[in-house]
């Protein structure tokens, strides 16, 4: 099947710093590719909507200045936390749709802020 | 609301007993719902949708519209089958299918 490939899979940064998360399709072209976190024993809650050549739809309470995201191609987007705080520590995951509508998910980025 | 619910954080069966994971859901449309898996220090992938109505290791899933239910089912358990098992939903359509709405997830552990 087709493969989603997201990086780095673990990062630790210092509060104040700004982390970029990056989530690629690799045999395949995404137009468009979602955002999800998740709280340790938490579902995943989708963050926002990743279009390629357009701005991200996010979800009712995510701060958009907070992550920003940006689909410059069709085989990348980029989630970046800006100013981590401790509270932003958490399970990032990406996951790209195919031309037939199926959805592929990257391994995720467990992401810790001291 | 829109709203998967997972009622059961762990169901612990023996194997070869059947099992059950429970799904209801809450949308006012047409959903497509999902079931995901996510085996140990693996990444999250599908193990079935009902527009399929396929069968996956074994694995199926109805649709009850009336009870707004889409529980997963197996006659026969397999220690294999151990793992984190998500709901999901989505508001269908071309493009939505990735805007998924996740239930709590059951973990489910089979005994040998």
């Known amino acids: 099947g087709a493969v989603v490939s997201q990086h780095p899979s673990w990062v630790i940064c210092k509060s104040g710093t700004s982390v970029k998360i990056e989530c690629r399709s690799l045999d395949f072209q995404a137009t468009t590719m979602f955002w999800y976190r998740q709280f340790p024993k938490q579902s995943l809650m989708l963050m926002a909507t990743?279009?390629?050549?357009?701005?991200?739809?996010?979800e009712q309470g995510v701060e958009k200045d907070k992550f920003l995201i940006n689909h410059a191609s069709l085989t990348l987007s980029t989630l970046t936390v800006t100013s981590a705080h401790p509270e932003d520590s958490s399970f990032y995951i990406c996951s790209a749709g195919t031309a037939n509508e199926k959805l592929f998910f990257g391994s995720g980025t467990q992401l810790s802020v001291l | 609301a829109q709203r998967v619910t997972q009622p059961e954080k762990l169901l612990s069966v023996f194997k070869g007993a059947p099992v059950e994971l429970k799904c209801n859901y809450s949308?006012?449309?047409?959903?497509?719902l999902f079931w995901y898996v996510q085996y140990s220090r693996q990444r999250l992938q599908l193990l079935l949708r009902?527009?399929s109505r396929e069968s996956i290791k074994g694995f199926t899933a109805d649709l009850n519209k009336g009870e707004t239910s889409f529980h997963l089912k197996k006659p026969f358990a397999q220690e294999e089958d151990s793992a984190m098992y998500y709901c999901?939903?989505?508001?269908?359509?071309?493009?939505?299918?990735?805007?998924?709405?996740f239930g709590q997830g059951t973990t489910l552990q089979v005994k040998p």
């Open positions: 949308y006012s449309g047409s959903p497509e």
């Open positions: 990743s279009n390629e050549g357009s701005k991200a739809t996010y």
């Open positions: 999901a939903l989505s508001g269908g359509g071309s493009g939505n299918t990735g805007k998924l709405i």
């Open positions: 009902h527009i």
